[in-house]
C-alpha cells in the first residue's frame, strides 16, 4: 500500500510561487497514476493535476491551473512535486495528493482510493 505525505503550504501573496511536494512510500499497489486535488471551504474536492507515476513524461491539469502549475517527479527523492506559480486568491484550499486506485477518468476524484493528509495553501490579496 503506498502511503503519501505532503508538505510545502503556506500562506503567500496574490503573485508568489509556491512548491508543494508529496513523499511516497510503500508498496506500488495502486495504478501507476498519481495526482493533486484541491479543496476550498464550502467546496468539493477538485482535480488540480496528474502525473503518470512509474514513468513520468504524461501529465494532465485542470483549466483554471494550466499554465500556472507544473506537476512533476522527483526519482532521486521519490517525490511528487506541485509548482505553483502566479498564485492567486482563489487558489487558496487545502491541497492533497492522490493515488489513483481503481480504473476511470484520472480527472475524477472517485478513482483515486489514497490520500495524503493534505497542506493548506492560502493565498492573500
Known amino acids: 500500500q503506498v502511503q503519501l505525505v505532503e508538505s510545502g503550504g503556506g500562506l503567500v501573496q496574490a503573485g508568489d510561487s509556491l512548491r508543494l511536494s508529496c513523499a511516497a512510500s510503500g508498496r506500488a499497489k495502486s495504478r501507476p497514476v498519481l495526482g493533486w486535488f484541491r479543496q476550498a471551504p464550502g467546496k468539493e474536492r477538485e482535480f488540480v493535476a496528474a502525473i503518470l507515476w512509474p514513468g513520468g513524461g504524461s501529465t494532465w491539469y485542470a483549466d483554471g491551473v494550466k499554465g500556472r502549475f507544473t506537476i512533476s517527479k522527483d526519482n532521486a527523492k521519490n517525490t511528487l512535486d506541485l509548482q505553483m506559480n502566479s498564485l492567486k486568491p482563489e487558489d487558496t484550499a487545502v491541497y492533497y495528493c492522490?493515488?489513483?486506485?481503481?480504473?476511470?477518468?484520472?480527472?475524477?476524484?472517485?478513482?483515486?482510493?489514497?490520500w495524503g493528509q493534505g497542506t493548506q495553501v492560502t493565498v492573500s490579496s
Open positions: 492522490a493515488a489513483q486506485t481503481s480504473g476511470g477518468s484520472i480527472y475524477s476524484r472517485d478513482t483515486y482510493g489514497i
